[in-house]
């Protein structure tokens, strides 16, 4: 049986993406691919940057020096930690200053500005608009500290414009830790196979695969027309 749902676009670029009639069939037929009806996303360097060199670049600090505090900073286990919950900021950065004592004055420096890394990215964060205008149900599955949290869903205006969140620091879980993603598919009801699940790690998308979602890796500030012509896709391959 079929479920016609009519969308009425705002944009342009949208309809020439999408066909206006998304067709969506609820029998479950062996071999063939699901049709799409949620889009999960990360947010760091999906809805939001995390290029932290590249900011502090641009804010005049020297090359190496960047490269260095970057790496002490945001590839130490002490961020996955504070990420996961486990850690407050200041502790974290207290640790860190520890740790790295003849870089505490620049971790200090670094560590006041570092929120502003998270600039938002224009054209993903047009396509989960466009994705929800179309009637896809869209989801947040994120690594991500309670600050960060803050900061980027008061920006984003987030918890208005997803259906449902699931976030590391709540959950004291982390990507690519399978259990966060059943958390999501079971708190909003979701088929795995139903879920299209878009990040920039291959071992986060790996996991998703995993348990059964459809998944991209997200590797540039631009997918949109991967998304919308991979959600296309499908929806013919499962109209056969």
């Known amino acids: 049986m079929l479920h016609c749902i009519t969308a009425s676009l705002n944009k342009v670029t949208v309809r020439k993406l999408f066909p206006e009639k998304i067709c969506y069939n609820e029998e479950k037929k062996e071999g063939r691919v699901k049709m799409i009806r949620a889009v999960v996303f990360d947010c760091g360097n999906v809805l939001n940057a995390f290029q932290p060199i590249a900011y502090y670049r641009k804010q005049g600090y020297e090359k190496t020096l960047c490269e260095r505090i970057c790496k002490e900073m945001f590839q130490s286990e002490e961020w996955q930690r504070y990420d996961q919950g486990l850690l407050t900021f200041s ?54 500290a309670q600050e960060s949290w803050d900061y980027v869903s008061k920006k984003g205006n987030y918890r208005k414009r997803f259906d449902g969140w699931v976030l590391s620091f709540e959950e004291k879980l982390i990507k690519p830790q399978e259990q966060i993603y059943r958390i999501l598919l079971e708190r909003y009801q979701l088929d795995a196979k139903e879920c299209l699940f878009l990040d920039d790690l291959q071992s986060n998308v790996e996991a998703a695969r995993k348990i059964g979602m459809q998944a991209l890796q997200v590797t540039s500030q631009d997918m949109r027309k991967t998304v919308w012509r991979y959600i296309k896709e499908q929806a013919n391959e499962g109209t056969k």
């Open 91 to 144: 502790s974290l950065i207290e640790k860190l200053k520890e740790k790295y004592q003849e870089d505490a004055k620049w971790i200090d420096v670094f560590a006041k500005q570092w929120l502003y890394v998270l600039e938002m990215i224009p054209a993903h964060q047009q396509l989960l608009d466009e994705l929800s205008e179309q009637g896809y149900r869209v989801y947040l599955l994120s690594n991500i």
